[in-house]
C-alpha cells in the first residue's frame, strides 16, 4: 500500500535533548512536509522540502532542524532550542500536476516533554 | 494577505441533521481549495477539493462550490451521522505562485444519536 508513514507514535523528550521525528512516503512525491498542531489550534509550517537535497524554513522553524537526503525521508529534529516542544506533529508530502498541489499527511506522532 | 476563515466551533448536531461549515478565504489569483478532516489522534485526511471557480468537490456524502464571487467554500452534508463527529479544516493552496498551504484554525463537530 501507497502512504505515508510517521514513527514513533508517541515520543518522549527529556530537557536539553534532541529527540528525531521519522516522515517515510512511497507515494514517489517530491515536495515533503512539516507541521506542528497544538491543541484546539490550526497547522504551522515548521519545514518544507520540495527536491531532494533542498529545504525551506516553513512559519515556525526556530529550534527545528531537517534533512533531505533521500525522496522518500524527511526527518525532522526537535532539538533542545525548541523550549516549548510539546505538541502534535504532521508529515505531508505532494503531488503537483497541471499547476496545482494537493497534500497527503501522515498519522502523526505527539512530542511530550518529560 | 492571504488567509482562510472558518466557523467557530464546536458544531453539534443530532444524527441525520443537515450540515453547513462555513468557509471563507481572502487570496490574490486563483487559489485551488480544500476540505480535510481530522479524527481523534490522527493525521488530516484529504475529504474533497476544487480547482478552479465553479467547481463542485464531492466525497462521502459531503460537497462544496468554490464561489469566487462570494470567496467562500461551505462544506455540506445532507444527512450526518455519529461517525462524521472530528475537526474539519478549509485550506487553499496556489497562491502567488507557491504551492504552500494556508489553513483555517477547524471547525469541531459532533454529531449525538
Known amino acids: 500500500d501507497g502512504g505515508i508513514t510517521q514513527s514513533p507514535k508517541y515520543l518522549f523528550r527529556k530537557e536539553g535533548q534532541n529527540v528525531t521525528l521519522s516522515c517515510e512516503q512511497n507515494?514517489?512525491?517530491?515536495?515533503m512536509y512539516w507541521y506542528r498542531q497544538d491543541p484546539g489550534q490550526g497547522l504551522r509550517l515548521i519545514y518544507y522540502?520540495?527536491?531532494?537535497?533542498?529545504?525551506q524554513k516553513g512559519d515556525i522553524a526556530e529550534g527545528y532542524s531537517v534533512s533531505r537526503e533521500k525522496k522518500e525521508s524527511f526527518p525532522l529534529t526537535v532539538t533542545s532550542a525548541q523550549k516549548n516542544p510539546t505538541a502534535f506533529y504532521l508529515c505531508?508530502?505532494?503531488?503537483?500536476?497541471?499547476?496545482?498541489?494537493?497534500?497527503?499527511f501522515g498519522p502523526g506522532t505527539r512530542l511530550l516533554v518529560l | 494577505g492571504n488567509s482562510v476563515t472558518q466557523m467557530e466551533g464546536p458544531v453539534t448536531l443530532s444524527e441525520e441533521a443537515f450540515l453547513t461549515i462555513n468557509c471563507t478565504y481572502t487570496?490574490?489569483?486563483?487559489?485551488?481549495l480544500f476540505w480535510y478532516v481530522q479524527y481523534p489522534g490522527e493525521g488530516l485526511q484529504l475529504l474533497l477539493k476544487?480547482?478552479?471557480?465553479?467547481d463542485k468537490g464531492s466525497n462521502k456524502g459531503f460537497e462544496a462550490t468554490y464561489r469566487k464571487e462570494t470567496t467562500s467554500f461551505h462544506l455540506e452534508k445532507g444527512s450526518v451521522q455519529v461517525s462524521d463527529s472530528a475537526v474539519y479544516f478549509c485550506?487553499?493552496?496556489?497562491?502567488?505562485?507557491?504551492?504552500?498551504?494556508?489553513f483555517g484554525t477547524g471547525t469541531r463537530l459532533k454529531v449525538l444519536a
Open positions: 487570496a490574490t489569483g486563483y487559489p485551488s
Open positions: 485550506a487553499l493552496s496556489g497562491v502567488k505562485g507557491t504551492y504552500k498551504y494556508i
Open positions: 507515494l514517489n512525491h517530491d515536495a
Open positions: 522540502s520540495q527536491i531532494v537535497n533542498d529545504f
Open positions: 476544487a480547482t478552479k471557480a465553479d
Open positions: 505531508a508530502s505532494s503531488i503537483r500536476w497541471q499547476g496545482q498541489e494537493t497534500q497527503y
